[in-house]
């Protein structure tokens, strides 16, 4: 595996998660009809960009914390872990408050996610953030971030002891207890810390890969490009977005995202290996016309996760609900065009986490 190879399948995986950016400004948004939803799929789809977003998470701490930072003592590489796991978990509870508060005194504000804690009930949310018992929408996902971290160091060790058949155990037996007892943090850490196997063992993935003749990797590559593509257009059918038909409400449960289940492991994993393997072979193309945007929020995904919802309240405050696709389409270019450019900032680059 030659490092050009290498390096840009990083580079890939680096526009692919600024591409899960753009997706959850555009769904966190909820302006709709907007033409916008030809990438996003309005959150309905079976997979959304927050499977996509935890998966490469998980898969780049396998590999740089884990491949990478083998040669460091484990005891730096825990203090590495635990003290982000423990800055994430205090920009989940500032940014949590900040936004609940705007919902709650900010008036006429229109798409605001529903908070359903009692307004002004300070005493009730305040506990429930700091246990994690409660995430704004659109922070959600930090709250998770920061739980996997502050395993991470176990799940390190037992890389580098050559346990990775006893992580993937560990790992399917919590999420089967977390299925059973309603836990969220249980049943997605099993989209983080199986990827996490995967980025450790990366470079021996990519060379088993380089060594298998071509007919057996463009038999592998057209088969999983072809479940992704026929799973993808059945969910866009069975979608709430052409289909209100309640005959397949049990169907779609199987990838509901409240109680996550096996099938739908399985086809966030297939959805996101067809979704990077695209972007690996478009590279020259995203790299010279979209590289500009999904670069920075890829490199600076954290961040543009954390201060996007700035983007939301500016024009929540501005525009009120409309039915126009027009209107829409725009407001929602422009709150990735905001958050683009306070991810760029200097000041928010030294403050807010990467």
């Known amino acids: ?26 769904d966190h948004l909820w302006r709709w009809p907007n033409l916008l939803v030809i990438f996003s799929g309005r959150g309905e789809l079976w997979i959304t960009a927050a499977e996509g977003f935890v998966i490469i998470s998980g898969l780049l701490i396998g590999y740089v914390r884990g491949y990478k930072n083998k040669a460091l003592p484990m005891k730096t590489v825990t203090k590495k872990l635990i003290g982000r796991s423990l800055l994430l978990y205090l920009w989940f509870v500032i940014m949590t408050f900040v936004y609940t508060a705007f919902v709650w005194y900010a008036p006429n504000v229109a798409a605001m996610p529903w908070i359903e804690i009692t307004k002004g009930d300070w005493n009730q949310l305040i506990p429930l953030v700091l246990k994690m018992q409660f995430a704004h929408e659109w922070i959600h996902f930090l709250y998770l971030y920061a739980i996997f971290l502050a395993i991470s160091p176990i799940v390190v060790w037992m890389l580098r002891k050559n346990l990775a058949w006893l992580t993937a155990a560990l790992s399917l037996a919590i999420f089967g207890l977390g299925y059973v007892w309603q836990i969220e943090w249980m049943q997605w850490q099993v989209l983080f810390f199986l990827p996490s196997i995967a980025g450790f ?8 890969w380089g060594e298998l003749d071509q007919k057996r990797r463009q038999l592998a590559i057209g088969g999983l490009w072809s479940v992704f593509a026929i799973t993808l257009i059945i969910s866009v059918i069975y979608s709430p977005l052409f289909n209100d038909n309640d005959s397949f409400d049990a169907f779609n449960a199987l990838f509901a995202k409240d109680q996550m289940t096996i099938w739908h492991v399985i086809m966030a994993f297939i959805w996101f290996t067809g979704i990077a393997m695209i972007f690996e072979y478009c590279l020259p193309f995203i790299k010279r016309w979209l590289g500009w945007l999904f670069e920075p929020f890829g490199t600076h995904s954290l961040t543009a996760y954390i201060i996007h919802g700035i983007a939301i309240t500016v024009f929540a405050l501005i525009v009120m609900d409309t039915t126009s696709i027009v209107i829409n389409t725009l407001i929602g270019l422009a709150c990735i065009m905001i958050t683009w450019g306070l991810v760029k900032s200097p000041i928010v680059q030294k403050f807010v986490p990467r």
Do not use: E, H, N, P
């Open 201 to 208: 063992y990366l470079s021996t993935i990519q060379k088993k």
């Open 1 to 26: 595996m030659s490092i050009a190879k290498a390096t840009s399948r990083m580079l890939a995986l680096d526009y692919l998660r600024g591409f899960f950016i753009v997706v959850i400004v555009i």
